[in-house]
């Protein structure tokens, strides 16, 4: 026997499911249901984000309408897996990918921006480009120019992530035509290869002005280009993550404006190194990221962290403000697993002594985790 629900009992259940954060994600989020019969305030629940493949979208096309009167104005977290897709068959369907008009984080994925032109890209992305302020690019392939062309639809973007990118190497178009990119640049992922090395380069020649830099998984070799690009932004760059321990030998001399490091114990024998490139009268926290969940290996590294306090205490004499009483250095020690807090503000003064030495230095703990 089927039982007809009216749509309004259907928007009070949902509602009630979407105020339960909880429920939310394992209820909502994943939600399959698609629907033309569904109300404006069930829509805004059930398909705030959608996941993608090229063929799952080809059958979202032939279901929903685009434009205002489907629920695609109510997507606002867009992740999508092209497969590798061409580019020809994504850009057919550029009418629907419009219809996102009110998007704000778009995570692509093996999607092919070299092979787009640069009409189908403005098809496509353009229209998005007014809402989006997050654009993930993971396995996508592309030159710096496709890059460029890319980008320069997203006039509200604050946060671009590079993820394992399969690069060509290409010479950069003339920069007076090029966008500035600013706000959050994420790299992650890229290992050794000469595409890589020159793509990475080629980056570093564009009109940069990013305010945080987050480094994960990148080869050794790649440092060169890497300290490149962090020279490029080296007057708005006011905060660096550096999450693993492939990433070494990082130059912060001259990065006036920095603010906040944030450094993850895997590097720790690298630590001293990069601390000791600092020069900004800024600088106001380093955070040490504590990703193992036993502190008995932190605690076996004493000689490491007493090398890493001796930089502390030269860089506090050599960025000291002359006329700020009240300036104080914060160390944090923050926990992203199943450490037991306690212990580590207990751990902290025998980790980094400096706080005995020093009166500029606070430390304390933080349950906030990577943000």
């Known amino acids: 026997m089927t039982i007809e629900i009216p749509q309004e009992i259907i928007d009070e259940i949902v509602d009630h499911l979407a105020d339960d954060k909880a429920t939310r994600a394992a209820s909502l989020q994943g939600c399959s249901l698609v629907s033309t019969h569904w109300l404006h305030r069930s829509q805004k629940h059930l398909f705030y984000k959608m996941w993608f493949t090229d063929t799952t979208f080809s059958r979202w096309c032939e279901e929903i309408p685009p434009g205002d009167c489907g629920p695609s104005p109510h997507v606002t977290i867009l992740h999508y897996h092209a497969n590798f897709t061409e580019a020809e068959q994504l850009a057919k369907h550029h009418v629907h990918f419009s219809s996102f008009t009110n998007l704000q984080k778009l995570n692509l994925r093996a999607t092919p921006i070299h092979g787009f032109t640069d009409e189908q890209l403005s098809m496509c992305f353009k229209q998005m480009g007014r809402s989006v302020r997050s654009v993930s690019l993971r396995a996508c392939k ?105 990433v070494r030998n990082i130059d912060l001399a001259d990065c006036n404006a920095l603010r906040e490091m944030h450094l993850n114990t895997e590097v720790i024998n690298h630590i001293p190194s990069i601390i000791k490139t600092v020069t900004s009268r800024d600088l106001k926290e380093i955070r040490f ?20 306090d001796t930089e502390i205490c030269t860089l506090i004499d050599r960025i000291r403000p002359t006329r700020c009483a009240g300036w104080k250095l914060s160390l944090k020690f923050v926990v992203t697993s199943a450490i037991d807090t306690g212990a580590v503000g207990k751990s902290a003064a025998q980790l980094l002594p400096v706080s005995g030495k020093h009166k500029y230095v606070t430390i304390s703990t933080d349950r906030t985790g990577l943000p």
Request: hydrophobic fraction near 45%.
């Open 289 to 308: 990221i504590l990703s193992d969940p036993s502190l008995e290996k932190h605690c076996d590294c004493l000689d490491e962290w007493e090398m890493i």
């Open 142 to 246: 592309m030159t710096i120019n496709d890059l460029v062309s890319f980008a320069r639809h997203f006039v509200k973007l604050e946060r671009l992530s590079l993820i394992d990118p399969i690069v060509y190497n290409s010479v950069l178009d003339d920069p007076v035509e090029l966008p500035v990119l600013n706000g959050v640049l994420e790299l992650r992922y890229m290992f050794v290869g000469r595409d890589i090395w020159d793509f990475i380069h080629q980056l570093s020649l564009l009109p940069l002005a990013f305010h945080t830099v987050v480094l994960e998984g990148i080869h050794i070799s790649l440092l060169a280009p890497i300290n490149e690009l962090l020279a490029s932004c080296r007057e708005t760059l006011k905060r660096i993550d550096i999450r693993d321990h492939f």
